[in-house]
């Protein structure tokens, strides 16, 4: 994609390009919405693995977000599967993840975002206090969150600034430009035809998934047939954090499908690459505007 600068005042482009992607996102019913609700099934590939399974998203605006998944080894019966909820409520965020199944063999699936930010352990290796992990969770779910609002409402909490026109074979695009909570670019891109919204891209550490147990252990059959023992799962772990934090990829939500519930267009189909390489795809099955929700939704569950 070729992006090139347009002669407009950036001010006014800016401004223009906002007023026509929230026209053509509802208007007025638009700016009434404050709930939105998304579920159905998605696909992901993580490494040499399928996964599939369900996302179920609430996003409350302007600072609430849940996020839940229901997932399991493609095509694998009787597998492992894990259910993973996230959620913000404003000022605090939490995750809880339920492991169920594993070949009889009792395998279950972690997800790590790598050492440094949400990872086991920052810079040189040394761990992460309980704050330190605190203060990465909040800050990956509000950046989470800006990232749907910016998809959905065209809403940002940073002013957008002119991020020109990007030319592809299928068309242009009008790229508004904001940051995230970790100052790195944000950039929504708008059909000029329909002044739909196309694609959200953001720079993110990509996750890593290990599995313990199981036949093969982690990642399949290891050395002689055995599982990985938990000293090796220790050093593997230890491994990365030597590593120190892993460089941001680029990562993009592609929007699609559009169709009109309750008055706002919203996108049906989502899919995320990875460095221009899809990674997942997300069909939405069923939208609700403004559907009654619980503050408990947001809170932690006790143990």
């Known amino acids: 994609v070729e992006i090139n600068q347009g002669p407009l005042s950036a001010q006014d482009r800016v401004a223009e390009v906002v007023a026509q992607v929230k026209t053509a996102l509802g208007g007025d019913k638009l700016a009434s919405v404050k709930v939105v609700s998304a579920e159905g099934p998605f696909r992901r590939s993580m490494g040499q693995r399928d996964m599939e399974g369900t996302i179920s998203l609430v996003v409350v605006r302007p600072d609430k977000l849940r996020r839940t998944e229901e997932m399991s080894m493609g095509g694998m019966v009787g597998g492992p599967a894990v259910e993973r909820t996230s959620a913000f409520n404003g000022t605090e965020a939490w995750d809880d993840v339920q492991n169920r199944g594993g070949m009889g063999g009792g395998m279950r699936l972690g997800m790590r975002a790598g050492p440094g930010p949400g990872g ?14 605190d203060q990465q969770r909040v800050r ?14 065209a809403d940002s909490a940073q002013p957008f600034t002119d991020g020109g026109v990007a030319e592809s074979p ?3 695009a009008d790229v508004l430009e904001t940051r995230d909570e970790a100052g790195r670019p944000v950039r929504l891109f708008v059909d000029q035809a329909t002044h739909l919204p196309l694609m959200v891209q953001y720079m993110e550490v990509r996750p890593r998934v290990m599995m313990r147990g199981g036949p093969g252990g982690p990642g399949g059959p290891v050395a002689g047939g055995d599982r990985p023992t938990e000293e090796q799962m220790r050093q593997r772990v230890e491994e ?9 990829s680029q990562f993009a939500l592609h929007l699609s499908d559009y169709k009109k519930v309750d008055g706002v267009m919203l996108p049906h189909r989502i899919g995320v690459s990875v460095e221009v390489k899809p990674s997942e795809e997300w069909t939405i099955e069923k939208f609700k505007v403004n559907p009654s929700i619980k503050a408990s939704d947001f809170e932690k569950p006790k143990p």
Do not use: C, H, Y
């Not at 990956?140 to 409402?153: C, D, G, I, P, S």
């Not at 990365?240 to 941001?248: A, E, K, S």
């Open 240 to 248: 990365m954090r030597r590593q120190g934090p892993p460089d941001p």
């Open 170 to 172: 299928n068309g242009k």
């Open 140 to 153: 990956r779910l509000k950046m989470e969150l800006q990232r749907w609002t910016v998809a959905l409402f």
């Open 120 to 133: 086991p352990g920052g810079p040189g290796g040394s761990p992460l206090t309980e704050e330190q992990i």
